[in-house]
C-alpha cells in the first residue's frame, strides 16, 4: 500500500488541477449538498447531474478505469441497502418514459436513486482528490478556519499512515507465516494484543522522536507551509458555471420532466 | 473484504439532518480542541496524528473468530484510544482518522462525516471511556478480572450506543425504506457481537500494555502475570447474549413485518395511489410527498414511527405503542435477528471460500469500522 495508490494523479497538470483548492472543496461540497436534496424516488431528474464529475474527471485526465474501480470496490454496503428497499416498499408508482408508462413499486425506484447518487457522489470526490493534492486540500481547510489542531492532525495521520499500514500488513504476514491460524483462540487473541501493543508501544516513540525532530527543524507549535493558496479570475468563474449549473440541475430540469 | 461497514452514506441522510450533525460535530470538536490545545504538552500534537495511523495499522491485525472460520474482526479503536490517551485526543484522533477515511478512501461520505464523526468517534469515545472508568476504578492496582468487564462493557456500550445512532438519523432523514425498529434491531444485535470482538481485543491490548508498559495505563508495576477467571468471562458472555436476546426482541417486536400493506390502508397512501393522470411522473409523487411530508417518511405513517416523530402519538393504538412486550412478536424478534446472523455468517462462509489470507487491496480501500470482516 501506497500514497501513490490513492494519490498518482493529484499531482499531474491540468486545467483542474490549476483550479484553486478552496473552489474546488467547495463545489463538491455544494454538488454533494444538491444531489442529497433530490427525493428518494428521484431518477429520471438525476441525469444532468452525471456532467459535471465525469467532465472533471475528463479534463483533469484521470482514468475512467480508476474512478470506476473505486466506486465498484466501495459499493457492496450500498448494493445491501438497495437491495432492502424492493423487500419492503411495495406502493407502485407510475414511471413514463417516453410513450411508454408502466407500474413500478416504490422500493425499486429508490435502489435506483440510491445506486445514482452514490455513484455521481463518489465520482465527485474522487474528481476533487485525484486533482487536488493532500496537502493542498489541508491548506484550504485551514484557510477555511477548520480547528487548526484538527488540520495539522490530519497532516501528520496523512504522512504516517501509510508507513503505518505496511508496518501492520508485514507484522501479520510474519504471525500468518508462523502458522498462528492453528492456535487455540484465547492464544491468538494474545497474540493480537500483543502485536497491537507493543505497535502502540513502538508508536509512542515514534512520536517522540517525531516532536524532536519537528523542534530541532524549528517547530515552535505551528504549521509552515510552502504551499501557496491563490484565487484567481479562473476560480472565480469556475464557481459561478458550477453554481449556475446546480441551480439548473436542481430546479430547472425537474421543472422541464414535470 | 468488509461485509458490515458501520460508515454511514450520503444517502441515508437529508440535507437539514447533515448540516445539523455537521454542526454538531464541528461544535465538539472545536470544543475538545481548544480544551486538548490548553491542557495537552505539545509533545501530544504529533503523538494524536500518528496515533491515527496507529489505529490504521492495529486495524490490519485481524482476529479469526473461534468457531467462525473465514470470519474474523478487528480493531475499531476509538474505546482503546479514549482509554489510553483520554477522551479529547481521542475524539480529534478519531475525527481526524474519518476525515481521511472519506477524503482519501472515499469511505462514508461527505454530508455523513457529520454523523460518522458521532457515531464513531465522539460517542464510543466519551460513553465507552465513561464507563470503563466507572468499572475499573481509580486505584493502582486493578485486578484483572475487574479490567476486563471494564474493557468489555465500555465497547460494548460505546459501540453499540454508535450504531443504535445510524437508524435513528436516517430515521429523522426520512430516507429509510424500512421501519426504523427493524433497521434498529438489526444494527443493535450485530453490533452487540461487533462490542464484543471489539472488547476482547482491546482488553488483550490492555493486558499486554499491563505487563509491559503499566505506566501508559496510570497503573502500579504488575506483580506476576495474572490470569482473568473463566467466571468473567462467562459472564460478560451471557450477559451480551441476553441482552442481545432481549433488547433485539424488544425493539423487533414492536413493529409487525408487511409494513407496507397497512401502508397501502392510510389516507395519504389512497392519495398517492389516486395520481394516474397521463404525466404522473416520478416527480408529481414526490411534489405530493413534499407537500404532505416534512418528514416525508415518518409524518405519513403515524401508527408505524416507532421511537420518532412522537408528536402524532395520539393516532397510535395503544396495543401498537413503543415499546410492546408480547410473548410471540419477541419470539418472532428473536427468531428474525437469529435468522440475519446465520445470513451473515453465511455470506461470510461463502465469501471466504476462496481467500484464505485477507487481500490487502480491498479492506485498505474499504470500510474500517468497527466490522466482521470476511476472509
Given at each position: 500500500m501506497h500514497h501513490n495508490y490513492i494519490d498518482k494523479f493529484s499531482h499531474g497538470d491540468s486545467p483542474?488541477?490549476?483550479?484553486?483548492?478552496?473552489?474546488?472543496?467547495?463545489?463538491?461540497?455544494?454538488?454533494?449538498?444538491?444531489?442529497?436534496?433530490?427525493?428518494?424516488?428521484?431518477?429520471?431528474?438525476?441525469?444532468?447531474?452525471?456532467?459535471?464529475?465525469?467532465?472533471?474527471?475528463?479534463?483533469?485526465?484521470?482514468?475512467?478505469?480508476?474512478?470506476?474501480?473505486?466506486?465498484?470496490?466501495?459499493?457492496?454496503?450500498?448494493?445491501?441497502?438497495?437491495?432492502?428497499?424492493?423487500?419492503?416498499?411495495?406502493?407502485?408508482?407510475?414511471?413514463?418514459?417516453?410513450?411508454?408508462?408502466?407500474?413500478?413499486?416504490?422500493?425499486?425506484?429508490?435502489?435506483?436513486?440510491?445506486?445514482?447518487?452514490?455513484?455521481?457522489?463518489?465520482?465527485?470526490?474522487?474528481?476533487?482528490?485525484?486533482?487536488?493534492?493532500?496537502?493542498?486540500?489541508?491548506?484550504?481547510?485551514?484557510?477555511?478556519?477548520?480547528?487548526?489542531?484538527?488540520?495539522?492532525?490530519?497532516?501528520?495521520?496523512?504522512?504516517?499512515?501509510?508507513?503505518?499500514?505496511?508496518?501492520?500488513?508485514?507484522?501479520?504476514?510474519?504471525?500468518?507465516?508462523?502458522?498462528?491460524?492453528?492456535?487455540?483462540?484465547?492464544?491468538?487473541?494474545?497474540?493480537?494484543?500483543?502485536?497491537?501493543?507493543?505497535?502502540?508501544?513502538?508508536?509512542?516513540?515514534?512520536?517522540?522522536?517525531?516532536?524532536?525532530?519537528?523542534c530541532a527543524r524549528g517547530y515552535r507549535g505551528e504549521p509552515h507551509s510552502l504551499n501557496r493558496l491563490r484565487f484567481r479570475p479562473a476560480d472565480g468563474l469556475f464557481l459561478a458555471v458550477i453554481t449556475l449549473y446546480l441551480v439548473v440541475c436542481r430546479w430547472g430540469y425537474p421543472a422541464l420532466l414535470s | 473484504m468488509e461485509i458490515l461497514a458501520m460508515h454511514m452514506a450520503n444517502e441515508l441522510l437529508s440535507v437539514p439532518v447533515a448540516a445539523i450533525t455537521l454542526l454538531v460535530a464541528g461544535g465538539a470538536i472545536a470544543v475538545t480542541a481548544r480544551r486538548a490545545q490548553k491542557t495537552l504538552d505539545p509533545e501530544w500534537l504529533p503523538l494524536m496524528g500518528v496515533m491515527g495511523a496507529f489505529v490504521f495499522a492495529a486495524q490490519m491485525i485481524n482476529f479469526t473468530l473461534p468457531g467462525m472460520p473465514g470470519t474474523s474482526g478487528h480493531l475499531g479503536g476509538g474505546v482503546l484510544l479514549a482509554i489510553l490517551l483520554g477522551p479529547s485526543a481521542a475524539i480529534i484522533t478519531m475525527a481526524s482518522i474519518l476525515t481521511i477515511q472519506c477524503l482519501i478512501f472515499q469511505d462514508g461520505g461527505l454530508l455523513a462525516l457529520g454523523c460518522n464523526i458521532i457515531n464513531m468517534g465522539i460517542v464510543p469515545c466519551i460513553l465507552g471511556w465513561w464507563l470503563y472508568r466507572v468499572v475499573s476504578g481509580k486505584d493502582a492496582v486493578v485486578p484483572a478480572w475487574r479490567q476486563y468487564i471494564a474493557a468489555w462493557a465500555g465497547c460494548l456500550l460505546g459501540v453499540t450506543a454508535g450504531a443504535a445512532l445510524v437508524p435513528i438519523e436516517s430515521a429523522f432523514a426520512g430516507r429509510l425504506s424500512i421501519p426504523v425498529t427493524h433497521f434498529l434491531a438489526v444494527m443493535i444485535g450485530v453490533h452487540l457481537l461487533i462490542g464484543v470482538v471489539e472488547g476482547a481485543i482491546t482488553f488483550a491490548v490492555l493486558a499486554y500494555l499491563r505487563q509491559a508498559r503499566p505506566a501508559c495505563l496510570g497503573l502500579a508495576a504488575a506483580a506476576q502475570k495474572e490470569n482473568i477467571s473463566r467466571k468473567a468471562v462467562a459472564l460478560s458472555l451471557v450477559i451480551t447474549a441476553l441482552l442481545l436476546a432481549g433488547v433485539v426482541s424488544w425493539f423487533a417486536s414492536t413493529k409487525p413485518d408487511g409494513l407496507e400493506w397497512s401502508y397501502l390502508d392510510h389516507k395519504y397512501a389512497q392519495a398517492q395511489s389516486a395520481i394516474k393522470r397521463p404525466s404522473g411522473t416520478i416527480d408529481a409523487v414526490d411534489e405530493l410527498q413534499t407537500k404532505y411530508a416534512p418528514l416525508p417518511d415518518y409524518s405519513a405513517r403515524p401508527t408505524h414511527m416507532g421511537a420518532v416523530g412522537a408528536e402524532n402519538t395520539d393516532e397510535a393504538p395503544s396495543d401498537d405503542a413503543w415499546p410492546n412486550i408480547n410473548g410471540w412478536t419477541s419470539l418472532a424478534g428473536v427468531v428474525g435477528t437469529a435468522v440475519t446472523l446465520v445470513a451473515v455468517y453465511a455470506v461470510a462462509i461463502l465469501l471466504g471460500r476462496n481467500k484464505r489470507v485477507l487481500g490487502s487491496g480491498p479492506s485498505l480501500t474499504s470500510g474500517r469500522s468497527e466490522c466482521i470482516t470476511t476472509i
Open positions: 483542474v488541477h490549476r483550479l484553486d483548492a478552496r473552489a474546488k472543496l467547495l463545489a463538491v461540497i455544494a454538488y454533494t449538498t444538491v444531489l442529497a436534496s433530490f427525493s428518494r424516488y428521484a431518477v429520471a431528474a438525476l441525469v444532468p447531474l452525471a456532467v459535471a464529475p465525469l467532465a472533471m474527471l475528463w479534463l483533469g485526465r484521470v482514468p475512467t478505469r480508476f474512478a470506476v474501480r473505486r466506486v465498484a470496490i466501495l459499493s457492496p454496503f450500498i448494493v445491501m441497502l438497495c437491495l432492502l428497499g424492493p423487500l419492503y416498499d411495495r406502493n407502485l408508482h407510475w414511471v413514463a418514459f417516453g410513450p411508454w408508462r408502466f407500474m413500478i413499486s416504490g422500493g425499486w425506484l429508490t435502489a435506483a436513486s440510491i445506486a445514482v447518487k452514490f455513484t455521481l457522489g463518489l465520482l465527485a470526490l474522487t474528481a476533487l482528490t485525484c486533482t487536488t493534492p493532500f496537502a493542498l486540500l489541508l491548506e484550504a481547510m485551514r484557510r477555511t478556519r477548520v480547528p487548526r489542531l484538527l488540520v495539522m492532525q490530519l497532516g501528520f495521520l496523512y504522512r504516517y499512515l501509510f508507513v503505518l499500514i505496511d508496518e501492520g500488513i508485514r507484522i501479520r504476514r510474519g504471525r500468518d507465516f508462523r502458522g498462528a491460524r492453528r492456535a487455540r483462540a484465547t492464544r491468538r487473541l494474545a497474540a493480537v494484543g500483543g502485536i497491537i501493543g507493543s505497535l502502540f508501544v513502538r508508536t509512542m516513540e515514534r512520536s517522540e522522536r517525531i516532536h524532536v525532530a519537528m | -
